[in-house]
């Protein structure tokens, strides 16, 4: 059971934009900044967003992080075969004085 | 070019010990803070431990505490993660990871993972 709350899949089709959302409470994505990695099949997580809305250097400007209250979501634009993989979001909890993350989002492209 | 690479994973009973290492070279390895993440096979990911860059503050996962050490030779440019009282749950790939600048929980570079099996 992961503190930061996931849907298990998401879907859609070359060109579309969707949307994973990933869901908190004060402790974590309330009082501190949200990330969110993307791991291909058999490799290591990739940072995709960090402080909630920033993307590293060579992140396409098709991935987007925004941050509401204890909510945060990851969008994705102009969706592209390359971007089927699992996404995770994580935060620092205060309360448990540790990195949570989320159980993650596998995301297909139909 | 920043590099991140994990060795001494291996097979170890439940009970056992085992160090993992991660030798980290392209940038000034004492300047960041680093982090142990773990994820069990087809399974998540689940943050283990961090450590600051002068090695004076860690904190781990309650799951890890009082069973696993991190800590860090700045002179060597390696990070260390002790597990000792291993569990048949420890089972994981074990990723370090580099904390982003400016963003101390957030993991910039990622090494390829070394596989922790606890079986008897």
């Known amino acids: 059971q992961s503190v930061l709350t996931q849907a298990p899949s998401a879907s859609g089709t070359p060109g579309q934009r969707v949307t994973i959302s990933c869901s908190g409470s004060?402790?974590?994505?309330?009082?501190?900044?949200v990330n969110w990695y993307q791991q291909l099949p058999g490799t290591a997580p990739k940072l995709l967003i960090y402080?909630?809305?920033q993307r590293p250097s060579g992140v396409p400007d098709r991935f987007s992080g925004s941050k509401s209250g204890t909510s945060a979501s990851l969008a994705i634009s102009g969706l592209q075969s390359e971007d089927e993989a699992d996404y995770y979001c994580?935060?620092?909890?205060?309360?448990?004085?540790?990195?949570?993350f989320g159980g993650g989002t596998k995301l297909t492209v139909l | 070019e920043v590099q991140l690479v994990e060795s001494g994973g291996g097979l170890v009973q439940p009970g056992g010990s085992l160090r993992l290492s991660c030798a980290a070279s392209?940038?000034?390895?004492?300047?960041?803070?680093m982090h142990w993440v773990r994820q069990a096979p087809g399974k998540g990911l689940v943050w283990v431990s961090r450590i600051r860059s002068d090695g004076s503050t860690t904190n781990y996962a309650d799951s890890v505490k009082g069973r696993f050490t991190i800590s860090r030779d700045n002179a060597k440019n390696t990070l260390y993660l002790q597990m000792n009282s291993l569990r048949v749950e420890d089972t994981a790939a074990y990723y370090c990871?580099?904390?982003?600048?400016?963003?101390?929980?957030?993991?910039?570079?990622w090494g390829q993972g070394t596989l922790v099996t606890v079986s008897s």
């Open positions: 990871a580099r904390a982003a600048t400016g963003a101390p929980n957030a993991n910039d570079y």
């Open positions: 994580a935060a620092w909890d205060d309360s448990l004085n540790g990195v949570v």
């Open positions: 004060s402790s974590n994505i309330g009082s501190n900044t």
């Open positions: 402080i909630n809305n």
């Open positions: 392209g940038f000034t390895f004492s300047s960041y803070w």
